[in-house]
């Protein structure tokens, strides 16, 4: 029989400040002030020593020492709150020293402090907490532990904390879990999981889980498995559900499966169980989950896939404990078994009883975490005695048993007990014991009855209850009329024979409608099977399609990748051909530098700089097109700035006095429209520069603004001189004035100059893909 689930949940967590964080704690504390950080670390440090480990009576004297500080300081400095945690942790401490009566007292007063200042929420909190803290070794020390907890579950409700009252009810549906009271924690846990469907709570997979637990220790199965369900699908359906816990939801219910033997269902949430564990490093899930898809693969009769999985996986976690060795162990005994490989199981007894005898030595301590320990150990121990089963060595067998009938059974599940007694039936069989077997074949029985037909049996219960009614009133009923019955003796008997004949004629029948059915429902069933060939056809024709489409998807993912590698490449050939352009200009300009120098002539020189000029403009575009992510558009507002510093400087605006007022939108242009516009600003913006100031100075203002949809609007300003008074745009033959018209055509837009004050220059333009920057 399989092994049932390991269900490794902690009922509470211990606030433990770690053994190897004591020592900084500690010198954190001698540095920090009397604040309530201070007060912080105190009550870590007493916590600490409170529930160390093998703690001796020095530790609990340094608890002691902690929380009197803590105390101390708190109501030194009036911090209130840390003074509520002073006043919990007093408690626990009582708790610990098994002083019952003083933990009580202290969370009485600190719960009738919080009713008398009319404060239900940390009234009720108060109970809560000191009914989780509260031992529950005994009937007596449990049933205190419920009034608590129903103490504070009543003040919840009462004051509409329909939450926090869910979450009570939860503890004790747990309390009574703990307590083995699994009738009323089944009620509890409905109870709550209907509340936390309302509240939309996100603790509905744990209320499912604790309830599955339950129906796995009533052993009712069944019910167990669709609890599971509930929980995976609870847990998949919350978003931001904890990846830790997932693991044993998705592990318990695989165990659930197999015990139904759906083996590839269970194979499906051991995988995602292992793959969880994995990712976290978790090695004792890790090695729970692979020994159970090594069992799910040696029952499907996959035995190279199991011996391929065994070993890629045994090496995953190379440091195991025993139980972990215990668990890799088995699932090979069980595979050779399997396989019938006799000989290769016999070599493998002297090293499994040796790792199994270890194991079963530490089942106390282990039993004090896990109350499955006991079921681990004899479904992982149980393929030794399927071996000498097998290879039919009886003595051996009954010596096996005779150490799984020494376990203490108060601690078996069901199925562990049909275990041990599935092998002492074919010990008994084997001997001749008959008596003995068929003893033990009605126990089994009675278990597999128990475990699918639960709610029938209850439906029989109640009918025997009330056939034993019927038949009391019937006695009654004879007794008082008994004469009459003795009177009419013989007409009885002629009407009893007058019912058996109509009995035999009822009896054939009755036969003869059976016959018809039973022939109907061969007929059906064959129907069923040509049915279920035609569905089978189908769902492999749906798997090949599905495959076709997983690759088809692959194939498409390839080409995506394949593009952006493409559009990436793209992009640095872009950039570096803009960046080539730019070293090509700056040697150009260089050059013409150079040729400069050799010049006499003034015009010509001024010719060879606006030239240099010009280049820088188209040369500005370049540099600042590799060296952004963008190299297909440039910020307007940037470039036209870059120019403006790039002029200024070239002719000395600063000591000229000539100042720069720039009003730009942030928009983006095309390298076909930037450079066009990048040698009109520099054309009229040189000209202002060189013609229209005197020594005073002066201002030029430039405003590039996107004046309607698609559209800017490009102007360059100046307060100085103006345009001679007989100055004619047609008229004129410049080459600056050449090119900024030319360029404004180039541009599809209109250029337009004239006078006052000062000189303006009004390019319009549409703008191609603009793109407006998203303001930072």
Known sequence: MKRLAICIFLISYAFVAGAQNVVKLLEKLNKTRKDTNRINMQLQLARHYLYKPGRPHTDMDSAVYYITQA???????????????????????????????????????AANHYQAHRQPLKEANVWRYYANHMPASDKAKTDNKLKIHNKA?????????????????????????????????????????????????????????????????????????????NCVNAYDANPKHDTYWGQYYYFTLGVAYYNKRQFEQALVYHQKCVDIAG??????????????????????KKYPTAIAYLKKTYQKFPKKTVIEESMFLSAEMKLYNHMKNNARAEKMIPRF????????????????????????????????????????????????LKILEALPTDKMSVLSKMTIYQHRFKVDSAKGEFLAALKGFQRIKIIKDSLTNIATSKQISELETKYLSVQKDKKIQELNNQSAIQKNNLEKIHQQR???????????????????????????????????????IQNTSLSFLLNEKEKLLQDKDNLLERQQDLLTEKEWLLREVHHRVKNNLQIVMSLLYTQSAYLQNTDARDAIRDSQNRVQAISIIHQKLYSKSNVATIVMADYITDLVRYLYTCYDCGNRKIRFQENLDQVNLDISQAVPMGLILNEAITNCIKYAFDKTGGEILINAKLSAPETITLLISDNGKGLPTNFDLTETSSLGMEMMKALSKQLGGTFEIKNGPGVNVLVIFKVERQIRRLSS
């Open 71 to 109: 105390e101390m300081l708190s109501k030194t400095i009036h911090a209130t709150a840390h003074l509520d945690s002073v006043v919990f942790i007093k408690g626990e401490l009582a708790i610990e020293q098994n002083n019952l009566s003083l933990a009580n007292q202290i969370f009485t007063e």
């Open 353 to 400: 009883k040796k790792t199994f005898l270890l194991v079963r030595d530490g089942i106390p301590d282990e039993s004090k975490k896990n109350y499955n320990a006991m079921d681990n150990f004899i479904a992982t121990y149980d393929p030794l005695p399927k071996h000498y089963l097998l290879t039919k060595q009886w003595t051996k067998l009954a010596d096996e």
């Open 279 to 300: 990712k976290l490093n978790d090695y004792e899930m890790y090695n729970l989950g692979v020994h159970e898809i090594l069992t799910c693969y040696i029952n499907l």
């Open 498 to 536: 007058n019912i058996t004949l109509a009995g035999v004629l009822v009896g054939f029948l009755l036969a003869g409608i059976l016959y018809f059915a039973y022939r109907s429902k061969q007929r059906s069933n064959f129907k069923l099977k040509n049915k279920q060939e035609e569905i089978n």
């Open 153 to 229: 579950y009543e003040i919840y409700l009462k004051n509409g904390f329909k939450l926090q009252a869910a979450n009570e009810q939860f503890d004790i549906a747990l309390t009574y879990q703990n307590a083995n009271q699994f009738d009323k924690a089944e009620q509890n846990y409905i109870l709550v999981i209907r509340q936390f469907e309302l509240l939309k709570s996100s603790r509905i997979a744990e209320a499912y889980y604790n309830l599955a637990d339950t129906y796995y220790r009533k052993g009712e199965m069944p019910k167990e498995l669709l609890a599971r369900i």
